[in-house]
T-cell receptor
Framework: EAGVTQSPTHLIKTRGQQATLRCSPISGHTSVYWYQQALGLGLQFLLWYDEGEERNRGNFPPRFSGRQFPNYSSELNVNALELEDSALYLC???????????FGPGTRLTVT | KQEVTQIPAALSVPEGENLVLNCSFTDSAIYNLQWFRQDPGKGLTSLLLIQSSQREQTSGRLNASLDKSSGRSTLYIAASQPGDSATYLCAANSGYSTLTFGKGTMLLVSP
């Protein structure tokens, strides 16, 4: 069974640009989560999608947004990139809400 | 607001030792607690999930316990090996499917 996949592996952007990160959950999983792991800040919850709807949002500005497609894959968009957005962005999925989360390998975003 | 603390921040042991990693959380109203390992620059690997109604879970050389009333969980690693070297993270699910993570314990097992 394939795990959670994310693309791209690395992404380099300039301040002010937009970044789009993609995630495919484990087959059969309906919930997708996004987390940010910035140096020195630890892992922080960003967004949770389930059945195509945004269910919960962490303490991040509105320029962090996303969506979940009918096939349950998900996209994270970060607008007006700032230097402090440089981080490892991790996607996770679970079979149902509030159950075990499985993580992908992450997308390393670097903003210059 | 849930806060998760992990002690120690770093641990170095010789191969073969048994060791305990500690995790504490401030809000005992949790759905479950998960333990993960993370290798440098990589994603997270789920190790164990303990539901709020459970006291412990075991997988191979790993055993995790949960004491909701005291807000504590421990991860016990038996007969440590160099391949166990990684950062270990605990995360509490306090609802809305949101995990709150500790900052992790960086473990180094030397041959």
């Amino acid at each position: 069974e394939a795990g959670v996949t994310q693309s791209p592996t690395h992404l380099i952007k300039t301040r002010g640009q937009q970044a789009t990160l993609r995630c495919s959950p484990i087959s059969g999983h309906t919930s997708v989560y996004w987390y940010q792991q910035a140096l020195g800040l630890g892992l922080q919850f960003l967004l949770w999608y389930d059945e195509g709807e945004e269910r919960n949002r962490g303490n991040f500005p509105p320029r962090f947004s996303g969506r979940q497609f009918p096939n349950y894959s998900s996209e994270l968009n970060v607008n007006a990139l700032e230097l402090e957005d440089s981080a490892l962005y991790l996607c996770a999925s679970s079979l149902v809400p509030n159950y075990e989360q499985y993580f992908g390998p992450g997308t390393r975003l670097t903003v210059t | 607001k849930q806060e998760v603390t992990q002690i120690p921040a770093a641990l170095s042991v010789p191969e073969g030792e048994n060791l305990v990693l500690n995790c504490s959380f401030t809000d005992s109203a949790i759905y479950n607690l998960q333990w993960f390992r993370q290798d440098p620059g990589k994603g997270l690997t789920s190790l164990l999930l303990i539901q709020s109604s459970q006291r412990e879970q075991t997988s191979g050389r790993l055993n995790a316990s949960l004491d909701k009333s005291s807000g504590r969980s421990t991860l016990y690693i038996a007969a440590s090996q160099p391949g166990d070297s990684a950062t270990y993270l605990c995360a509490a699910n306090s609802g809305y499917s949101t995990l709150t993570f500790g900052k992790g314990t960086m473990l180094l097992v030397s041959p």
